[in-house]
């Protein structure tokens, strides 16, 4: 199964904040929509950064209030692990595992083509779970 899938279920649109917008800023979008990260918009639709609710407390347990001021680009991960709708779901499970992220956006042709949480995997994996044991119960059943 395929990031493809979950996709096609939950839309590919994708919040997104330029790298000049504040953590409040940020902080507001991530509460508004209710979502722990937000890709930072690079020129032309490319990717500049990622920054989810543990970079913002990061910079708040340092600087204190303050750094709520500071801009995205300056607390950001420029180095964003991405994978494509045809990833399998289990390569960016182990992918999350790895990097100890919890958000791995979905591009096509370099430009932004959805997200995927570890929500999203987890939901899809209990799904699936629940489909597995579903088939066994009626091949029990049956035979
Ligand atoms: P998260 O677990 O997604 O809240 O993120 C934990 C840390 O990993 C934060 O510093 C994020 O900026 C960073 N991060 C989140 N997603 C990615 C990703 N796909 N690639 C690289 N870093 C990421």
Redesign the pocket.
Known sequence: MSVGKILANKGRAVITVEPGQSLQQAAVLLAEHRI??VVVAGAGGSIAG??????IVRAVATGGETAMKDRVADH??R????CVAASPINQVMEIMTA???????VVLDGRLDGMISIGDVVKYRLAELEQESATLRDYIAAS
Not at 50 to 55: A, F, N, T, W
Not at 79 to 82: A, G, I, N
Not at 99 to 105: I, Y
Request: proline residues 5%; glycine residues 10%.
């Open positions: 722990g990260a990622i920054l989810s609710e543990r970079d950001m991960t180095r964003v692990v991405t990097g100890k992220f919890r958000h791995v956006p």
